[in-house]
C-alpha cells in the first residue's frame, strides 16, 4: 500500500533543487528524494540491528513546568544514533562492495558505528586514526572488529590516507553526510518518537553542522503530524547551522573543525540536503552556551542516572538557558543522542557544572595561627550544613601580621539559596573573608 504523505510536495520542493555533488566519492550518487517511505523502510530494514530506545517521562518536568519524555539514544550498543543510519547505508550497498570493504578516516560517533555495524555485518572495516586520537577510542574502535591503523597526526592526513588506500585496494571510502539513505535511516527516531509519545506538542533534538537526525526526524514527524513543533538546538560558539540557513547554502569556511568537546555539534554544516530540509520543515534553531550544555550534563546525571557528552546534552540545555519559553505546559520530547564522554572530561565536565549553579564555592580568610581557630571555622560550616570539599592553609606567603594563617576553603552546597545562607553566616563571623566568584 502507498502511503500517500500531505508533505510530501513540501519534501520534493525541499530537495528538487539540491545540485548533484561530485566532491565526494562515498555517498553523493546516492542523493534523492526523501520520502516517507523511505524512512519506513529503513526502520523495517534495521528493526533487528540497532535498539528500539525508550522514551520515558522524565523527573526534569517538574523541574521546566513541561511535561519532559526523553528519547535515550545514547542506550545504543555504541552510545549514538549515528548507528541507525549507518547501519541502513551498509546494508543498502552491493553485496560486491560489501565483500571488498568499507574504510573511514576519524574518530567520530560515525566511524564507530561502522566499525560496528560493519563487523556484524561481515564486512571488512578499516578505520584511520590520527596518533593524537585517545588510547581510548582507538581500544574500543578495535574491539568493536574493525582494523585500526594509526596515521597522521591531523584528520586531513587521516583522510588522505583512507582515500588511497581506498583507490588502491577498491574499498569504499565512507565520510558521514546527507545521502537520503543515511538521512532516511536517522530518520526513524521520529518514527518511535510519534508511536512511543501521544499527543505530542514538540520534540527537540541537536543541530549544529551535521543535522542530519534533525532534517531526517523532521521529514518523519511532519509527514505524521503538521502540527508537531520541531527545533533544533545548536552551540553559540558554533552557530553552524543558523548561519548556513541564513546564507542560504552550506557553510564552509568556519575555522571550527569538529571541538573536542562537542563533537559533531560543531562540525562544517556538510550538505545541502539535510540543510534543505531543515529550512523547510524546522519550526525553529536556538543556540545555548557552554554553560547551560555543563549544567543540562549534570541535571541528566542526577535525575536520569545518564552519563552524556555534550551533543547528547545539547537539546536539554536549550530548557536550561530558558529559550523555548513556549513550551511550558506541553508535552515535549527531547532526544538525548550520545552518550560518548571521555573519562578525562567527566570529572572536569561535572565539577565545572556543579560551580555554574552555584553548589561549589570557595572563600578565603586570615586566621590567627593558634590552636582552636581552625575547629571554630569548621563549626560554623558544620552548623550551615555545608560539605567541605578542600581546605588549605598557607603561612609562608601570609603578607598580614605575624603567627596568622590564610585559610582556603572549597565546599559543596545544596543550591544557590544555600550558597547565599553559608556566605552570610561566614561574613558574619569573618567580615575580611573573601568569597570567590565563579
Keep these: 500500500m502507498k502511503i500517500v504523505s500531505r508533505n510530501e510536495e513540501l519534501l520534493r520542493d525541499a530537495l528538487s533543487r539540491i545540485p548533484q555533488s561530485s566532491s565526494r566519492t562515498s555517498l553523493s550518487s546516492s542523493n534523492k528524494l526523501i520520502r516517507f517511505e523511505d524512512i519506513s523502510a529503513a526502520a523495517f530494514k534495521i528493526q533487528c540491528g540497532v535498539q528500539k530506545t525508550p522514551c520515558m517521562y522524565s523527573r526534569l518536568s517538574k523541574l521546566y513546568g513541561m511535561d519532559i519524555f526523553l528519547k535515550k539514544e545514547f542506550l545504543q550498543y555504541t552510545g549514538s544514533v549515528k548507528e541507525r543510519g549507518v547501519l541502513y547505508l551498509l546494508t543498502s550497498l552491493p553485496q560486491d562492495q560489501q565483500r571488498k570493504g568499507v574504510i573511514v578516516a576519524s574518530d567520530s560517533n560515525f566511524s564507530m558505528a561502522v566499525a560496528y555495524h560493519a563487523s ?214 527531547i532526544v538525548i543522542c550520545s552518550g560518548n564522554l571521555e573519562l578525562h572530561l567527566l570529572h572536569q565536565c561535572i565539577a565545572r557544572a556543579l560551580t555554574l549553579d552555584n553548589r561549589v564555592c570557595r572563600f578565603s580568610l586570615v586566621l590567627s595561627d593558634s590552636p582552636g581557630d581552625i575547629s571554630k571555622l569548621l563549626e560554623i560550616l558544620a552548623r550551615e550544613e555545608a560539605r567541605v570539599l578542600d581546605i588549605k592553609q598557607e603561612r609562608t606567603f601570609v603578607t598580614s601580621e605575624l603567627f596568622t594563617v590564610e585559610v582556603t576553603c572549597t565546599v559543596e552546597t545544596r543550591d544557590k539559596i544555600h550558597t547565599a545562607q553559608l556566605r552570610n553566616a561566614v561574613l558574619e563571623r569573618y567580615p575580611t573573608a573573601a568569597w570567590m566568584e565563579r
Excluded: W
Excluded at 555485518?121 to 574493525?146: D, N, W
Excluded at 565512507?174 to 532516511?184: G, N, T
Excluded at 534533525?214 to 520541531?230: D, T, Y
Excluded at 549544567?295 to 529559550?323: H, N
Design 120 to 333: 556484524e555485518l561481515r564486512i571488512p572495516v578499516f578505520v584511520i586514526m590520527s596518533t593524537t586520537t585517545s588510547p581510548a577510542r582507538v581500544k574500543m574502535c578495535r574491539e568493536y572488529g574493525a582494523m585500526v591503523i594509526s596515521y597522521g597526526t591531523t584528520a586531513k592526513d587521516s583522510q588522505t590516507h583512507a582515500r588511497r588506500l581506498a583507490q588502491e585496494n577498491g574499498y569504499l571510502y565512507l565520510e558521514e553526510e546527507d545521502s537520503a539513505v543515511y538521512l532516511s535511516g536517522l530518520g526513524t527516531v521520529g518514527l518511535e518518537v510519534y508511536e512511543q509519545v501521544p499527543k505530542l506538542d514538540a520534540v527537540i533534538f541537536p543541530a549544529g553542522g551535521h543535522c542530519g537526525l534533525l532534517a531526517g526526524s523532521a521529514a518523519a514527524l511532519k509527514h505524521l503530524n503538521p502540527h508537531i513543533s520541531v527545533i533544533g538546538v545548536e552551540s553559540e560558539n558554533f552557530p553552524v547551522l543558523q548561519q548556513s540557513l541564513k546564507a542560504g547554502q552550506p557553510i564552509e569556511d568556519q575555522a571550527c573543525s569538529n571541538h573536542h568537546f562537542y563533537g559533531d555539534v560543531s562540525g562544517l554544516c556538510f550538505g545541502s540536503n539535510s540543510l534543505q530540509l531543515t529550512g523547510k520543515l524546522v519550526d525553529k534553531v536556538v543556540a545555548v552556551r557552554e554553560e547551560d550544555v555543563l549544567i543540562s550534563m549534570l541535571r541528566l546525571l542526577e535525575y536520569e542516572r545518564a552519563t552524556v557528552d555534550a551533543e547528547g546534552a545539547i537539546g536539554l540545555a536549550a530548557l536550561v538557558a530558558g529559550k523555548l519559553p513556549e513550551l511550558k505546559g506541553k508535552r515535549v520530547a
